[in-house]
């Protein structure tokens, strides 16, 4: 089994890596070298847009009873 080379920090949660800088169990220099290991997944993201504008209304009606 691989070891994780962000030291547990990856499958960490935001909140809880905020909670314990606010604490002083880590500091923000721990933090950033223990993150700077992860990779940027930035070229794995795929782009999308959403549209608010209402659909139309091409669909056919269906019948209830």
């Not at 962000?6 to 949660?13: E, I």
């Not at 992860?38 to 209830?64: G, Q």
């Amino acid at each position: 089994m691989k070891k994780d080379p962000s030291g547990g920090m990856a499958t960490t949660d935001k909140r809880t890596l905020s909670r314990m800088l606010m604490r002083g169990e880590i500091t923000a220099a721990e933090l950033k070298a223990g993150l700077k290991t992860l990779p940027d997944l930035k070229a794995e993201a795929n782009f999308f847009e959403v549209s608010w504008e209402k659909p139309d209304d091409d669909l056919p009606e269906r019948e209830t009873e």
